[in-house]
């Protein structure tokens, strides 16, 4: 793979992480599209290091204010709450909405990255889980709910949703925006919190990952794969939060439609 493969696939990873739009479905497409080389375990994990960076980066001030205002004062005297953004044991509500992913990555990671690969069953979720976004926002258009009216219970049942993101084509940040305006979250905050909640997930899939990272010698490819991403992923961050305050999901839907026409049509010519 050469630099600029490396930076396409980790642009392509960083919009398609936080867009609703599944990452999976266009690391899956693209380089058939291009004919480009297998890049690999070292570069896999260079791109997910890459949107951690940009959550971390993006939301520093949240993180910050989650770790001293939530975190500590759980275990310390509670203060009012009504002035922060977040709820009292939000760190905790992240970790516990973690759990359902974790253990479903940890169980069925294999299949995912071998038999879940089936481009007919990436259209299909990239189509029913896209019409399911669309249909949910259409009728919860008026969400007024903010991310302080989250508890455990709903944060459990987004976390989830998030489990059900191991098949390729699903959308981690699709299903879970999904499930938080189900939830009565406005669209703004169903953002946010999908975003917040994918640091853990995504830091604990590196983690895991990391001696594999360094066996592999990652070299300037792998460097520049992991910036691409987090550049790229930042302003996807930026962009979404803004363009859902005065804007519906409906584009992606047709966007996502769109993605599995042309890969089912490229399935059936191969």
Do not use: C
Not at 8 to 19: N, P
Not at 81 to 104: E, Q
Not at 150 to 175: E, K, M, T, Y
Not at 236 to 263: D, G, H, M, P, Q
């Amino acid at each position: 793979m050469n630099l600029w493969q490396s930076i396409f696939l980790g642009i392509t990873q960083g919009l398609t992480e936080f867009l609703p739009i599944s990452s999976s479905g266009h690391l899956v497409l693209f380089p058939y599209l291009f004919n480009f080389p297998d890049p690999g375990l070292a570069f896999d994990v260079a791109l997910h290091l890459g949107t951690l960076l940009a959550i971390l980066t993006y939301f520093w001030k949240d993180w910050v204010e989650i770790f001293q205002k939530t975190f500590f004062s759980s275990f310390f005297q509670k203060k009012d709450s009504s002035i922060y953004d977040y709820p009292p044991h939000f760190f905790w509500v992240i970790i516990f909405a973690t759990i359902p992913g974790a253990l479903i990555g940890l169980i069925f990671n294999d299949l995912a990255e071998n038999f879940f690969r089936n481009p007919y069953l990436i259209a299909g979720n990239l189509f029913f889980f896209g019409w399911l976004l669309y249909l949910v926002d259409n009728k919860k258009k008026n969400n007024v709910s903010k991310i302080s009216s989250l508890n455990f219970n709903n944060s459990f049942l987004i976390g989830l949703s998030q489990a059900i993101a191991i098949l390729p084509g699903v959308s981690r940040s699709g299903i879970t925006i999904t499930s938080g305006l189900s939830l009565g979250l406005d669209r703004k905050n169903a953002a946010r919190f999908s975003f917040l909640l994918s640091a853990p997930i995504i830091f604990g899939a590196t983690f895991f990952k990391f001696q594999s990272f360094f066996a592999s010698s990652p070299g300037l490819v792998e460097i520049i794969g992991i910036f691409s991403s987090a550049i790229s992923g930042f302003l996807a961050i930026s962009f979404l939060l803004k363009f859902v305050e005065k804007n519906n999901y409906k584009i992606f839907f047709w966007y996502r439609l769109t993605l599995a026409i042309i890969i089912i049509i490229i399935s059936l010519t191969k």
